[in-house]
């Protein structure tokens, strides 16, 4: 199965750019036409996202084209954000006995929530970027999300929340509404305030710090320290509900990274291709050089194509439902079913 990716930038968002991407991974791929294309925009590409997706159909000599605009690009190449541009992955027709399709139901919104029809199982790995155009089978979606499920590939999926657990899990003593008022005896605050290193206790940075209801959940934000001792939180807790604080950094972010993706793969598992989910608020704007999430991940796998985005909230599956998580990653991993 031939697969490859390829990025195009430039300064304005003009289709020839899209057609560009798609001609340039075609080439790598050793391919004259490809049977699927997974094709990424800029958000600058809104209003001209159908002459993109023509231009890419001619290229590509399909219309089967899955992809959004986004706040930024990814591929094996690098990444690209500031800058007008298209991110392209091409991938052979599978044959007529190859079909099976992947576990992972590929799905991309452009809506400010994970729609409500997507909540429960069966599992969603994917990208929601507010306001968005969405597409699939070459054309815009009118409702603004789409999802998909490719043939011919198993899919694995490796996520990195990016957070480090500050001390145990507790149990809520005291709440009032979304106001979290006491913890072990303490007031929330100064709770918080006594797990956190002694440089981070007189300036709170409330925006990397979430508290977690159990793993593999995504994270409730902080929105607010109140002068009472209480925390206002993105959503609300009840007495006896069981709580850990966790903290966002770089170091331990790129350390779970390449654990994800560790224990995502085995020694038998080669990906053919890889999409990877990125938040606006990770990547390069968290690690303030490079994207140390996608270097980790050239780091496993050099010759793995790669295509992704950066966007506002990324979907994926707990042990319950779909969720929506924020300062993530999610590296959907595909391998041919072909043998």
């Known amino acids: 199965m031939r697969v490859a990716s390829a990025l195009a930038a430039g300064t304005h968002p003009q289709p020839e750019l899209a057609a560009t991407a798609v001609k340039s991974a075609l080439a790598k791929a050793g391919l004259t036409q490809a049977g699927h294309v997974v094709l990424f925009l800029t958000r600058d590409f809104q209003r001209q996202a159908q002459a993109a997706l023509l231009a890419a159909a ?21 990444w690209l954000l500031d800058q007008s541009g298209a991110a392209a992955l091409v991938i052979e027709a599978p044959t007529a006995s190859n079909q099976t399709l992947s576990q992972h139901r590929l799905s991309l919104t452009g809506h400010s929530t994970l729609p409500y029809d997507w909540q429960p199982l069966p599992a969603r790995s994917g990208l929601l970027d507010s306001e968005a155009t969405v597409w699939i089978h070459g054309r815009p979606v009118a409702g603004g999300s789409a999802e998909i499920q490719l043939p011919g590939f198993n899919s694995h999926l490796a996520i990195s929340t990016g957070l480090r657990p500050l001390g145990e899990t507790q149990r809520v003593a005291a709440s009032r509404s979304y106001d979290l008022l006491q913890l072990s005896g303490q007031a929330a605050l100064e709770n918080l305030r006594r797990l956190l290193p002694g440089e981070r ?16 959940e995504p994270g409730v934000a902080i929105l607010a320290a109140n002068d009472d001792g209480s925390l206002t939180m993105a959503e609300a807790f009840k007495p006896g509900d069981p709580l850990q604080w966790a903290i966002r950094q770089p170091l331990s972010a790129e350390q779970e990274m390449n654990e994800a993706l560790s224990v995502a793969v085995n020694d038998k598992f080669k990906p053919n291709f890889a999409l990877m989910f990125s938040c606006i608020g990770r990547g390069p704007l968290f690690y303030g050089n490079d994207d140390r999430d996608l270097l980790t991940f050239k780091a496993h796998f050099p ?8 966007g506002s909230g990324q979907i994926a599956a707990t042990a319950t439902a779909n969720r929506l998580f924020q300062n993530s990653v999610m590296t959907l991993l595909y391998e041919n079913t072909h043998v």
Do not use: F, N, Q
Not at 58 to 78: H, K, P, Q, S
Not at 203 to 216: K, N, Q, S
Not at 303 to 310: N, Q, S, V, W
């Open 58 to 78: 001619r290229a590509a000599g399909c219309m089967e084209i899955t992809g959004c605009t986004a706040y930024g690009l990814i591929t094996d190449e690098g």
């Open 201 to 216: 206790r007189h300036e709170l940075p409330l925006h990397r710090i979430v508290a977690l209801r159990d793993t593999g």
């Open 303 to 310: 010759d793995t194509p790669l295509i992704g985005a950066y």
